[in-house]
């Protein structure tokens, strides 16, 4: 008869085979777990990345849109002296807005070290303004890559807008609009 006492006697611990393989079964489940978190961080990283290219897109796209709509002259960016030669990435549009006392307020677009930058001042109401005279600048998105299919349609009367974002790890975005100009554009 088999006593308890005999079978622990005789087992003390685990063999050589035993030992290894529990040991290989344990490293396999640990990196299988390992890489289904690396994954995991990876997609993370993916969606973040994804979500801050479309909150910086649909914000310029917006704010663009809203700066037009609300304008009371669109000129073309040749109309400013010395801008299409100073600052060769601009959107090809300066809008006009009118400020009291014969001033009118004038902004413009442009790109600039991996941003959109949002240009203006004041100038008089009966002269066009030189690139000099726009003085004011702020950032509106990030990520940005390119604005060259950017264009002022004069005789429809249509801004084809387009932007292309590209985050830090090469992810990209295209982000494309029409606005139509009720305004009165100086030709």
């Known amino acids: 008869m088999w006593s308890l006492r005999l079978i622990f006697r005789k087992n003390k611990g685990f063999t050589l085979i035993e030992f290894l393989l529990s040991l290989g079964l344990t490293s396999i489940i ?8 690396d994954f995991s961080k990876k997609a993370s990283i993916i969606g973040n990345e994804t979500d801050e290219l479309m909150l ?4 310029a796209l917006e704010y ?24 060769q990435e601009n959107v090809g549009f300066v809008i006009v807005t009118k400020e009291g006392q014969g001033k009118r307020f004038t902004t413009y677009y442009r790109k600039k070290d991996g941003g959109l930058y949002r240009i203006s001042g004041l100038v008089t109401k009966d002269e ?26 004069q005789e429809n009367k249509i801004i084809y807008l387009e932007l292309k974002l590209q985050s830090n790890s090469g992810q ?8 139509f100009i009720r305004c009165p554009i100086d030709y």
């Not at 640990?30 to 978190?37: G, K, V």
């Not at 910086?56 to 914000?59: A, D, L, M």
């Open 64 to 87: 663009i849109k809203k700066e037009v709509k609300s304008a009371d002259m669109i000129l073309p960016s040749g109309k400013i002296k010395g801008l299409n030669g100073v600052y």
């Open 30 to 37: 640990i990196l299988s777990l390992l890489s289904i978190l």
């Open 56 to 59: 910086n897109g649909r914000y």
């Open 128 to 153: 066009y303004p030189s690139y000099t005279a726009l003085q004011g600048h702020n950032e509106v998105c990030e990520y940005i890559e390119s604005i060259n299919d950017t264009r002022l349609d």
């Open 172 to 179: 990209e975005l295209d982000f494309k609009t029409n606005i």
